[in-house]
C-alpha cells in the first residue's frame, strides 16, 4: 500500500500532506495551545475504553491503550481514523514508543475542533491507529495532513493514511459499525467493525 500519493475515498477525503512551512506553523501553534490547555487541566485521560481490542474490516485488530479527551461537544461530529507504521520499532520497541506516547499529547490536543482520540497499540502487520473524533471534518483534515509531517519523522515510507468521515461520532461507529458500512463500498484499515 503506498499512501504517499493522494487519493480519494467514497468515504471523507483524503489527501497528501500539507507543505511543510503550512504543517509546522499549524504544530506550533498547536503545541502552544496545548500547553495552556494542559496547565489549566482542560485534558482529560477517561479509562473506559482502554483495553478494548476493535476489528477492523482488514481482518486486523488493535487494542486501545489510552484515550485522551477534551471537554467540547462537537457541532458537527466527523470520525478520524489515522494510522501509520513506525520506522526501526520491533519487538519491546512498541512497549517503549506506547509509553513515549504521552509526550505527543501536545502535538495534537491544541488543533482546532480536537475531541477525543482513542490510541491503538499496533496490529497485526505493525501498524498503528488513532480514532478520533473531531469538530468539523475540514479541520480534522487539516490537522491530519499537519500531523503527516511529524509522523513522516518516525514512519516507515508510505505507510501513513487517514480517512475523515463526516457526521458521524466515534462512539456510535464503535457502537455500530454498519453506520461506515452504509457510507462506502470498500471499507478497509481504517473502518472497525466491532469487538474482536
Keep these: 500500500m503506498n499512501t504517499d500519493s493522494p487519493s480519494s475515498t467514497p468515504v471523507g477525503a483524503r489527501?497528501?500532506?500539507?507543505?511543510?512551512?503550512?504543517?509546522w506553523r499549524a504544530v506550533a501553534r498547536c503545541v502552544v495551545e496545548s500547553v495552556r490547555m494542559l496547565t489549566s487541566r482542560a485534558v482529560h485521560w477517561p479509562r473506559i475504553n482502554?483495553?478494548?481490542?476493535?476489528?477492523f474490516a482488514d481482518g486486523t485488530t488493535g487494542e486501545v491503550y489510552r484515550e485522551t479527551a477534551v471537554s467540547r461537544a462537537p457541532h458537527e461530529a466527523c470520525l478520524l481514523v489515522v494510522c501509520f507504521r513506525l520506522r526501526l520499532v520491533r519487538g519491546r520497541?512498541?512497549?517503549l514508543f506506547r509509553w513515549?506516547?504521552?509526550l505527543n499529547t501536545p502535538l495534537f490536543v491544541g488543533f482546532p475542533g480536537f475531541v477525543?482520540?482513542?490510541?491503538?497499540?499496533?496490529?497485526?502487520?505493525?501498524?498503528?491507529?488513532?480514532?478520533?473524533e473531531w469538530d468539523g471534518a475540514d479541520r480534522a483534515e487539516h490537522y491530519a495532513r499537519s500531523l503527516w509531517r511529524v509522523l513522516a519523522l518516525v514512519?516507515?515510507?508510505g505507510s501513513i493514511d487517514f480517512r475523515v468521515v463526516p457526521g458521524l461520532r466515534r462512539d456510535e461507529?464503535?457502537?455500530d459499525p454498519g453506520l461506515l458500512e452504509a457510507g462506502t463500498s470498500?471499507?478497509?484499515?481504517?473502518?472497525p467493525i466491532g469487538p474482536s
Design 173 to 175: 461507529v464503535l457502537a
Design 93 to 95: 520497541g512498541h512497549v
Design 116 to 132: 477525543s482520540k482513542l490510541w491503538l497499540a499496533a496490529d497485526e502487520q505493525g501498524r498503528y491507529r488513532g480514532i478520533y
Design 155 to 157: 514512519s516507515e515510507p
Design 15 to 23: 489527501s497528501g500532506p500539507l507543505p511543510h512551512s503550512t504543517a
Design 50 to 55: 482502554v483495553g478494548r481490542r476493535l476489528r
Design 100 to 102: 513515549e506516547s504521552w
Design 186 to 191: 470498500a471499507p478497509d484499515w481504517w473502518c
